[in-house]
C-alpha cells in the first residue's frame, strides 16, 4: 500500500474532530482544567483564541495522520484499519503525552503546567488523554482504511 495524501489528510481532519469533541464532552468532569484548543492556541501566541486552537489541533492532526499512513505503508497494512489506528495511537499517545511535559502552565487561568500525560491535572487526566488518543487513532485506522485506493 502506497501512501495517499488526501485520504491520511481527511482521516486526520476526521480523527482530529473526534478527539476534539471527545475532551469537550469529558471536560468537565475528565480534563479538569485541561483546555486541548486553548493549549494549542498558547502554542502558536494566540492565548484564548480557541479558534485558532481548532485551525492548529486540526492541522496536527491531519500531519500526524500522514504519519500513520506512512506507517500502514511500512507495515504492509492492508486490512483491519481500526487495529492498525489503534497501534499508532498507542504510539501517538506516548509522543504527546511526553510533548504535554514541556508544555507550560497557564497562569492567567490559574491552571498548572500538564505534565507528562497530563498527570498534574489530575489521576483521571491521563486515562482520558488515552481514551482520546485510542479514538482518533482508530477513527484514522477506519477512515483511512476506507478512502484509500
Given at each position: 500500500m502506497n501512501?495517499?495524501?488526501?485520504?491520511?489528510l481527511a482521516s486526520g481532519l476526521l480523527g482530529g474532530v473526534v478527539m476534539a469533541v471527545l475532551q469537550l464532552l469529558l471536560a468537565p468532569t475528565r480534563w479538569a482544567g485541561f483546555d486541548l484548543?486553548?493549549?494549542w492556541a498558547r502554542f502558536v501566541g494566540f492565548d484564548g483564541q480557541r479558534a485558532?486552537?481548532?485551525v492548529v489541533h486540526l492541522a496536527v492532526s491531519?500531519?500526524?495522520?500522514v504519519v500513520y499512513g506512512i506507517?500502514?505503508?511500512v507495515a504492509a497494512a492492508s486490512d483491519a484499519g481500526w487495529a492498525w489506528g489503534l497501534t499508532g495511537s498507542i504510539i501517538h499517545c506516548i509522543v504527546g503525552g511526553l510533548f504535554l511535559a514541556a508544555v507550560p502552565a497557564?497562569?492567567?487561568?490559574?491552571?498548572p503546567a500538564p505534565g507528562p500525560f497530563g498527570i498534574?491535572?489530575?489521576?483521571?487526566?491521563?486515562?482520558a488523554f488515552l481514551a482520546g488518543h485510542l479514538?482518533?487513532?482508530v477513527t484514522v485506522g477506519l477512515a483511512y482504511f476506507a478512502l484509500h485506493s
Open positions: 501512501v495517499e495524501l488526501v485520504p491520511a484548543l486553548n493549549m485558532v486552537g481548532v491531519a500531519a500526524v495522520a506507517g500502514f505503508s497557564d497562569e492567567t487561568r490559574n491552571v498534574r491535572l489530575g489521576s483521571s487526566v491521563p486515562i479514538a482518533f487513532g
